[in-house]
């Protein structure tokens, strides 16, 4: 991290010590201005934070029938953006350990070539079934050192990718769906194991000097149970370890829901309780989505409504982009009651997003 006055600005991935003198006065400078003037290509030396007033346009964007968050392809990107009108500056996926440890270095040099961050959802957990207790890749387990090797391998191979990656752990650790929410480790002592559980990852990344990957502390805009042990500041690292504060924020989840927020009511509490956390962290709405066939709340309606606020009104000022959840899955074993937020899946839908997503504002790359 870089504690100066280009923090808000942007922040150092991996450079390599010099220890060389510097004989010449050009030379130093001619350095100098390579090292802090960022870069707009994909060799770039640090990671662009949008200027005030724009923001990374960005989704997750599995294949259709996708079996888990990390089936992402080529296809599946270009049919996003097919879709929606525009490039991606992020591009997001889950990387689960209940598959694969290892840094996913093919997904991640194939976002890059699409000219896209990556953004690496770390999901240590041995399968995606919610609410309920972890099993393997527990807490405890992880703060004790059991996952050290894979950790320091992972961020080995992560240094010499020698681009920004945007990446978290603990996603929504303020919902009770996740097995590291307190609700499964304990309440107070949890979320307290869940600091220094972060910490100890992130540490052994630094150590390894991935300073290339940008964290997220990723919360829900609300959470769930509300009870003083689960707070958003209950759970945070500090600012010495977070990078960027994510948001998530979904209208419908599925057809049948009737209970449904307008996004802007979710995001002003989401926001508040980012800013709670830290002034100085830029925001990222790292999570947003609605089912586009739900009949109470119709999807046209509610992602106009969230657009609007987002792009037109610069209605939370610290937000430096958004991740639209372009995905669908089966809810039970009747196809009707299926979730889809594919924009692939209605047309009415990929006209109000192109219309938004048209503005100079959004950005078609990450910097």
């Known amino acids: ?51 005030e007033g724009t923001l990374w346009n960005g989704a997750f964007s599995p294949v259709k029938y996708h079996l888990h968050e990390m089936d992402i392809t080529n296809e599946s990107i270009r049919s996003y953006v097919n879709s929606s009108g525009k490039n991606l500056g992020v591009i997001a996926f889950s990387h689960e350990w209940s598959i694969n440890r290892s840094f996913p270095i093919e997904k991640v040099q194939m976002i890059h070539a699409n000219g896209a961050i990556p953004y690496i959802r770390l999901m240590l957990r041995s399968d995606n079934n919610q609410y309920r207790p972890e099993s393997l890749f527990t ?75 940008i964290w997220v502390y990723h919360i829900n805009w609300h959470s769930n149970p509300e009870e003083d042990w689960n707070t958003p500041e209950a759970y945070y690292p500090g600012d010495e370890y977070i990078d960027l504060i994510g948001v998530s924020a979904y209208g419908a989840l599925s057809p049948n829901e009737d209970n449904i927020l307008p996004f802007s009511r979710m995001m002003d509490e989401g926001y508040a309780a980012a800013q709670n956390l830290s002034v100085n962290k830029s925001v990222l709405i790292s999570e947003m ?79």
């Open 1 to 51: 991290m870089v504690h100066s006055a280009f923090q808000e600005l942007f922040h150092p991935i991996h450079a390599e010590k010099n220890h060389t003198y510097l004989y010449s006065g050009r030379v130093f400078i001619l350095l100098f201005l390579l090292i802090w003037i960022p870069g707009c290509s994909g060799d770039m030396i640090h990671l662009c934070i949008p200027k």
């Open 139 to 213: 807490l405890k387990r992880i703060f004790n050192g059991i996952y050290d090797r894979d950790l320091i391998e992972f961020a080995r191979t992560a240094k010499r990718m020698n681009f920004p990656i945007v990446i978290e752990y603990g996603t929504e650790v303020n919902g009770w769906w996740f097995s590291w929410n307190g609700y499964w480790t304990g309440k107070e002592k949890g979320a307290e194991l869940f600091r220094s559980v972060y910490r100890h990852i992130i540490t052994l990344m630094r150590e390894e000097g991935a300073d290339n990957l």
């Open 289 to 367: 989505g609605t089912d586009l066939r739900n009949p109470h709340k119709p999807a046209s309606i509610w992602i106009d409504e969230a657009f609007s606020a987002i792009i037109n009104e610069q209605r939370w000022p610290g937000v430096i982009g958004f991740v639209w959840w372009n995905a669908g899955w089966p809810n039970d074993n009747n196809p009707v009651n299926n979730t889809t937020m594919r924009i692939e899946d209605d047309r009415e839908v990929q006209k109000i997003l192109q219309r938004h997503l048209s503005s100079d504002q959004v950005l078609s790359a990450y910097c």
